[in-house]
Structure formats: C-alpha cells, structure tokens
C-alpha cells in the first residue's frame, strides 16, 4: 500500500484531512496515550482493519517530535515480531500513522488464560523478542522502551507470534545516548546512572521481561515498600544501580539453572559485560532444551495477579523526579554500600546530575500542562505508565491509560 506522504520536511507535500476520511473509516477512539489517540480504522475499499494513531501538532514540539520518530523508524524496518507500517498522512494539524492491527491478547493475560505454562513457553516469548531486537540493533536502533505491556500476540490463534508495538521512543544510535527515557521499572543502571548508553539497555529490560514472565515477580521489589512510595522509589532506583535482585524460594525453586543464567547475563550492570541479543539467541535456554517442560502455571500467576494489581505499578511517575528523590538521602545519611564499584560511581553520577535532570524536564514545550514534582495515584483499574523524554531528551510526565483493547 502506497504511503499518503513521505515527506517530513516539505510543507508543499502535506495531505488535505479529506485524503484520509476518503479512504479509511477511524469511528471512535479507543485509547488515548500521552502523544497521540488510538483508533481502529477500517479501509473503505477493501474493509481491512488497521490501527491509527492520530498525532495533534498543536500539542507541542515533544509530540510533533515523537510523531517524526515514530515514522522515521518504522518505515526503516520490517520484521515479523514488529508492527509494520502500513501508511501515513501528514496535514497541516496532524500526524496520522496507520499499522498492523493486533488483535490478540498481552503476554499477561495469555498467561492467566493458560491451563499449563511452562519454562519452554516463556523461552518461545523471549525468543521472538530476542530476534525483533537483535534485528533493530543491527540497523543501530534502541527500542528504549521494552515492557511487557508493548508485547502483544499478533492474533488469537493458538500458535500466534509475539509483536513489539510503541517506537516513539526508539533512536538511532548515532554515538551513545544520554537522555534518560524508558518505563523506571525496566530501566538500566546505566540510564539510572545518567551514563551514556546504547543497545545494551534493550537487552536490561528483555531480562527483566523474563524475570517477571518465569517468577510473576519483578526484580526490583520489596513487600515492605507497598505504602511507603517515597521510599519505594528511592530504593527501587538504587538497587537498579547494584544489580540487587535474587532467585527468590518458592518462586524460583522450580526454575532451571539455565534460565537463571541467562537472566543473569541479561542484566549485567555493567553495559559493556551484558550478553547481546544475538548472543542470547544462541543461548541453550532459547535454541537449545535447556528450558523446562515443567508446569509453572500456579505460581506465576499467584504472583502476576498479587504484584501486578498494587498501585505501586500503576501510578504515574518521573524518571527525573525518582533520580531527585534517589539523591535526597544522600544530603542527610551514608547510603547503604553499593554491590559494585560500577554501582558506586553510577550511584555518584545518578546523584549529581538528579537537579540537572529535574530542571530540564521542568522546562518542557509550553504546550503541555505543567506538572508538579510528586507522584501520583490513579485508581487501581489503571494499567502501568511510561515515562518518556520531551524533543530535548528530557524525561516528562508520564500518563496513565484506562483498560482497553491492545491495538498496537
């Protein structure tokens, strides 16, 4: 299908709105996100569905930047476990991207759906996310923004395949990267740390994708946080920066040693020492028999359904904001020692430039509305938030999306 435009950068080739409603139906929104509103449209001549994101240039240089990104990066690529592009317009007011429709279900909720679930089960999920990934890093693209909630099965068809959606942040590596961006959650030291980064961060986060997806757990938790959110974000942040996570009894005692490796050379702190996805592909838990056929259903989904209700994973935060309270103890107490020398000098860098960070995402485009240095707590119905980066690389507000249908 032909692209509607091509051209970023020429005004004399926008499209008139009527060139879009002539060709496809867009009814109702079905999901709104910080950038841009999600419909599912439907083409007239043919009666194909598609996801459209629709972009309002109005809202600001960060949306206007996010929308370029998005088009830029996937007419650059085409795999099948990524969302394809399918066409784009560009009006005077408006971005509209139109992809693949998926239409299966999140990782989640498949597991939850599962009469048996297994070790090889998940290996199938990391796998498909394996190759995207390593195919994105060969043409020097970081995702950035790896979460289970952009995991999607493409249909619902018993053997369907897994979908990475949402590239708004995606970059070219053109150098290492600085500006901090991501879901904290899934955040490597590095950008933790405010260090320079690259495809490594991507490989962090699959490794705490598998984390979650093998235990029902994320790494980075403490039962003892759940009604202490300052300290909750203080110490979620820190022990990013040491590495500190284990193979917590019961939840991993059923767990091959191979898979525990595996997520262990996953999230290396050190960026340089992390296996690559390429690397890990090779990995006897993914194209060997390392992974064990051995029912896991129980307990995952005891712990999916307890830690991923809690509030804690539902509230809207600052990447920036948590680096300033991630400093704050620093100014009145000796923090705890860190596991690692790396750990240490990321920490030291994390904490210098926290008031940086905190006053150059204050100064975003005055198109959004400000918001204050707190965190907040919508209802526990929300689904989990992503925190992301203004035109300047600075991070902003995250937003906080109701329930709805997964349309990539």
Do not use: H
């Given at each position: 299908m032909p692209f509607g435009c091509v051209t970023l950068g020429d005004k004399k080739d926008y499209n008139q709105p009527s060139e879009v409603t002539?060709?496809?139906?867009?009814?109702?929104?079905?999901?709104?996100?910080?950038?841009?509103?999600?419909?599912?449209?439907?083409?007239?001549?043919?009666?194909?569905?598609?996801?459209?994101?629709?972009?309002?240039?109005?809202?600001g240089r960060k949306v206007r930047k996010a929308a370029k990104n998005e088009i830029i990066i996937l007419k650059m690529v085409k795999h099948p476990n990524i969302l394809q592009l399918v066409d784009v317009y560009i009006t005077r007011?408006?971005?509209?991207?139109?992809?693949?429709?998926?239409?299966?279900?999140?990782?989640?909720?498949?597991?939850?759906?599962?009469?048996y679930y297994s070790e090889r089960d998940t290996s199938n999920v990391i796998r498909q996310v394996l190759e995207a990934v390593a195919y994105l890093h060969s043409l020097k693209i970081v995702h950035r923004n790896l979460k289970l909630e952009n995991l999607v099965y493409y249909n619902r068809l018993k053997n369907s395949k897994i979908v990475i959606s949402d590239f708004h942040l995606a970059k070219l590596e053109n150098g290492l990267i600085k500006e901090p961006c991501g879901t904290?959650?899934?955040?490597?030291?590095?950008?933790?740390?405010?260090?320079?980064?690259?495809r490594p961060v991507d490989c962090?986060?699959?490794?705490?994708?598998?984390?979650?997806?093998?235990?029902?757990?994320?790494?980075?938790?403490?039962?003892a946080d759940e009604d202490d959110y300052e300290n909750h974000d203080k110490n979620l942040f820190r022990k990013i920066l040491a590495g500190d996570y284990e193979f917590d009894p019961p939840y991993w005692d059923d767990i091959s040693q191979a898979a525990k490796e595996l997520v262990t050379r996953l999230?290396?702190?050190e960026q340089d020492q992390r296996i690559t996805a390429e690397e890990a592909i090779s990995h006897e838990w993914i194209s060997g028999n390392a992974a064990s056929d051995k029912n896991i259903k129980d307990g995952v989904c005891a712990q999916i359904e307890k830690n991923f209700a809690r509030a804690k994973w539902k509230k809207a935060v600052r990447v920036t904001t948590l680096m300033k309270r991630l400093r704050a103890p620093e100014q009145t107490e000796t923090a705890p020692a860190p596991a690692t020398t790396a750990a240490t000098t990321?920490?030291?860098?994390?904490?210098?430039?926290?008031?940086?960070?905190?006053?150059?995402?204050a100064a975003t485009d005055?198109?959004?509305?400000?918001?204050?240095?707190?965190?907040?707590?919508?209802?526990?119905?929300?689904?989990?938030?992503?925190?992301?980066?203004?035109?300047?690389?600075a991070a902003v507000a995250a937003t906080t999306e109701?329930?709805?249908e997964q349309t990539g």
């Open positions: 002539d060709r496809y139906d867009l009814g109702q929104v079905i999901k709104t996100e910080e950038f841009c509103e999600i419909f599912r449209a439907k083409e007239k001549t043919t009666g194909k569905l598609y996801t459209c994101k629709k972009f309002l240039k109005r809202d007011k408006e971005y509209f991207i139109f992809l693949e429709l998926a239409t299966g279900r999140e990782v989640f909720d498949w597991i939850l759906d599962q009469g904290p959650e899934y955040l490597a030291p590095e950008v933790v740390g405010r260090q320079r980064y690259g962090w986060a699959i490794g705490v994708i598998m984390y979650i997806l093998l235990s029902g757990n994320p790494p980075f938790y403490e039962e999230m290396e702190v990321a920490a030291t860098t994390a904490a210098a430039a926290a008031t940086t960070a905190t006053t150059t995402a005055t198109a959004a509305p400000a918001t204050p240095l707190t965190t907040e707590q919508p209802s526990a119905s929300a689904t989990p938030p992503v925190a992301t980066c203004n035109g300047d690389g109701a329930p709805s």
